[in-house]
């Protein structure tokens, strides 16, 4: 977990002089190259930390739709919140079906039961339960 702290860290620094270089950018004057080239040395060397980073940190995936979320201005924590939300709806509705197909399978051995008490009694025996089911 240090390693994604550290390029946390990495990123931040770079993500604040690329702010700096911005604002030295948009009100350039002949007597600020020096800060600008510091600045640019600084985006360099931030450049080669975060990909020594990167090295580490070889195993991280990151679903393309969290880069569409940020492409379009939005959080990307909300592609994590509605994932979730998918795939709690999509439990609700398997758990529904198969709260059914339960409900199904008892009235169908009830009905069976009736009709076929001796294949049923047989049935029964065969799955280890002792008594019809009511």
């Not at 975060?50 to 592609?79: A, M, S, W």
């Not at 998918?86 to 051995?109: C, H, P, Y």
Request: hydrophobic share 35%; net charge negative; glycine share 4%.
């Amino acid at each position: 977990m240090a390693e994604k702290d550290h390029l946390e860290e990495h990123l931040e620094k770079f993500v604040e002089n690329i702010r700096q270089l911005g604002i030295i950018v948009s009100d350039f004057q002949p007597s600020s190259q020096a800060g600008l080239n510091q600045k640019l040395n600084f985006i360099v060397t931030g450049l080669q930390d975060i990909d020594k980073c990167r090295q580490q940190l070889h195993d991280i995936t990151v679903p393309l739709e969290v880069f569409e979320y940020i492409d379009q201005g939005r959080n990307p924590q909300l592609y994590t919140k509605e994932c979730l939300e998918r795939a709690l709806a999509k439990n609700e509705q398997v758990k529904g079906k198969i709260d059914t197909m339960k409900k199904f399978k008892s009235l169908l051995i009830q009905e069976l039961s009736k009709v076929f008490p001796e294949d049923m009694a047989k049935y029964r025996s065969i799955r280890g339960e002792d008594h019809p089911p009511s």
